[in-house]
Nanobody, 116 residues
Framework: QLRLVESGGGLVQPGDSLRLSCKVV????????MGWYRQAPGKQRELVAR???????TYADSVQGRFAISRETGMSTIYLQMNSLKPEDTAVYYC??????????WGQGTQVTVSS
């Protein structure tokens, strides 16, 4: 059974860094594109960053230059390194993997709060 296991969220101050991790467990679709999304209170879920098995990355304009998505060689884990965090980065961050039917399979989410 497919699961996405996320970790690494927390409470930090503006300017701090965090690294989120997401491990694919249980299925051999780990070579599919994966990404991080976030949803702030009262807002729609939005794409933060995406990475393909070939290492091609895409970022939201709001995080370009501050966040970096990466994927381990075995493809079972992706990371989101978040630097220079801002209060507007506060959200629940979700890991997702693209399924063969082009829908996303979601992780449970991890809270990131940036506050002084």
């Amino acid at each position: 059974q497919l699961r996405l296991v996320e970790s690494g969220g927390g409470l930090v101050q503006p300017g701090d860094s965090l690294r989120l991790s997401c491990k694919v467990v249980g299925e051999v679709i780990r070579f599919n594109p994966m990404g991080w999304y976030r949803q702030a209170p009262g807002k729609q879920r939005e794409l933060v960053a995406r990475i393909t098995s070939g290492g091609i990355t895409t970022y939201a304009d709001s995080v370009q230059g501050r966040f970096a998505i990466s994927r381990e060689t075995g493809m079972s884990t992706i990371y989101l390194q978040m630097n220079s965090l801002k209060p507007e980065d506060t959200a629940v961050y979700y890991c997702a993997i693209l399924l063969p039917d082009n829908s996303n399979f979601w992780g449970q989410g991890t809270q990131v709060t940036v506050s002084s």
